[in-house]
């Protein structure tokens, strides 16, 4: 017994620690980073439940078929779009009209916010303008934009325009705002002029959180496409929707949402990968 006791005793004591149990990995976890698998998982989970859910309740009879028809006749009126209606042609349309729009809004606005957001001089010249334009509905400017540009693309486009310049460059300042302060006075101490400071320092910090704002931005591009269409437009998927709706076709209206929400993802993802390949630090930092 006197070997195993002081056998026990010198484990107690000994400087090596018997080894920690591992803890069991829980479902909820602040701001822990889960496997690839289950974020594709989860992600299809919730679409197919939505559906599901949409499915059952039109094949019940639980809503009117006439306003709300079932998935899969939706899915089939899409398929006629596609096949026998040029509905690509319009898609195409649409997509042209958000990305010019929105390559021009952020060629105006990422300038524009990042001096706003590094000279206060600049700021205070341009900010309460900036801000007032926010406040205005981009679709109340409709007559107004028809009557200077006409019923063609000038007004599309800058109906698109104006729903995201200001926002953007609002967002872009905020972001430019909060770079440390020790960097920019770090440069400033090894003899760099303030345009060295902004191209070699601000921008690079802020660059990843800009990309951040032009994706969240170009989802309110995309919710604006349709009030850019509606108004004396022949094409585009709102003008397809429109006339969906003047015809009392339900199904042709919501493969129209169900097309723009298909983009709307697909640029999501594109920005998504962007940032990851441009920032891959950042990813690695998260994990």
Known sequence: MGPSVSGIASDR???APLPAKPRARRIFEYKRAIPWTWALGLGISIWVLFF?????ASVRGWVNATFMPAPHTVLGTLYVMLAERAF???????VYRIVVSFLAASAIAVPI???????????AFVNPFVAAWRYLPAPSFVPLLLMWFGAGEGSKLALLFIGVVFFLATLVMDHTRAVRTELIETGMTLGASRRQILRTVVVPAVLPNILISMRQMLAVSWTYLVIAEIVASTTGIGAVMMRGQRFLHVDEIMAGIVVIGVLGLAFDFLFRFAHRLLFPYLQRGNN
């Open 113 to 123: 916010g990042v001096l706003m957001g590094c000279f206060r001089v600049v700021d």
């Open 88 to 94: 690509l042609t319009d898609i195409m349309v649409s």
């Open 13 to 15: 004591d000994g400087a």
């Open 52 to 56: 599901g859910l949409w499915e059952i």
